[in-house]
Structure formats: C-alpha cells, structure tokens
C-alpha cells in the first residue's frame, strides 16, 4: 500500500478508511453560540439565525498547535441575516487583534494558526459586498434634556446603511410645559458614533416658523454631537462671533421646523 503524507502525522501509513477521515471537509450547521474544537480541523462551520446574533469562538491556540501540529483551519461562514462574530480563546488574537471579526450575511472566513504559533491569521475571507440598510420611524420630542415640550405634527424617519443614518423629522410645537433652558430634539434611533477623529454633524433645517427670537432674520442650525442621541439647536444671532444655543423660550408655543441630514452611528 502506498503511503499517504498526513498533516499531523506525516509519512505514516493509513488504510483507505484512515485516510478518507484524516483528509475530511464537512459542513457543519451552527444555529447558536459554538465552541470549535480541534476536531473540527478541516471543516466549514455554516451558521445561520435570522434574528438573533452569536459568536463561534476558535480553540486556544496551544490546543490547535497541540493536536494539529500547527496545521489546524477551519472555516466560517454565515448564511443568515444575523450578525456572526469569530473570536478568538480569551485575549488571543485573529489577524494581530483581540477583536472578534463579524460576518454579515453570505461572509465568511477561514483561520489558521500563524506561524510563531502565538494567534490566528486568516488566509481566505469573502465580503458579499452588500451593505445593509434598515428602515424606519422615529418620535422627535423637544426637550430642555429633563422636561418635554408636547408636539404636534411630530414625526420623523431613518434609513441606515452601513453606519450612515439619514434622518428627517417635522414638529410643530403645542405647549413648552415647563421646559426651558438650551433646546434639543431627544428621541435620535442610534447613538452617534464617539472615537478620537469624531466631529459632529451638521443637519439641514429646511424649515422654521412662529420663533421669538431677538435677530430679526435669525438663522437656525441643527447639528448631533459625538456619542448623543439629541439633535442640539443654534442661532446665527452672535454676529462675528457665531452661534449661541438656542432656547426653549426661541422656539416657543406654536413653533415648527423640518430638519434633515445623516449623522453616524456608534
């Protein structure tokens, strides 16, 4: 009988049974949270969930190294609409770093062990290319950031894609209650995003009528700051100096605007 050269023990002989098991490639199906195992060298693990997310976490790396003699790979894919995330044992690493890697749907990713045998590297992965996008409605509510102002006309909506969101929203004020101070729009459906280079965004406002104001042409700005989920309000009243907030009292029984624009999200 020839021999056949295996990964972890090269040069030895296996009948055909041996040799067929030692050079398998299943699919294995994953529904929920999975543990990989050096048993599963070789193997695509295929998950799928339509709504809930859950993590495949690989094995340690001086479990692979161990049984595979450095030769372990495997591979994840994800057929489904929720998010699948591949990590690593505890604080070891996929491609230099500790963060799991998501696949969205029709992604996936093959994995195996660098060669200072210290973490995972991956050697093959696919990006469908498609970018997801969720639509929706949102309730814009005016607010000093305590007490609410009671609206009508109040609607708003959002399309997300990627971690862009384009937003639009209509009030007319009814009655500031007992709010007053500096004037924000709560109610925003994702947190902005907050890292290091973050600005913030600046909306349209594309409309505003019935304001008290003490400009007599005032101009209103609109803009979402780094981590917030609240439009904030600005007057141009300020001269060479800029804007000041703009009030609960500015805005005022009867008030009504149309803002629009994309901020992103965290």
Sequence with gaps: MPTLRTRAAKGSSLTHTEGDTNLKKQVTAKTTTYQVTVADNRDTIECSHATVDFTVTLPTVANAAAAETGDFEVTITNI???????????SETIDGSASAIELAQWESIT????????GWKSISNYSSGAIAETTGTWTPVVSDGTNDCTTVNQSGTYVRIGSMVFVSLHFTIN????ASGAARITGLPYTSA??????DFALSVGECDSLITAAADPMVSAQVEANTSYITLHLWDAGATGTTPMTIAEISNGGDMKISGWYEAA
Aim: aromatic share 0%.
């Design 111 to 118: 994995v195996r062990l660098n060669a200072a045998q210290t």
């Design 194 to 199: 907050n890292t290091s280079a973050q600005h």
């Design 175 to 178: 009655s500031t209650a007992s």
């Design 80 to 90: 489904n609409a929720a998010t699948i995330s591949v990590d690593g044992s505890g």
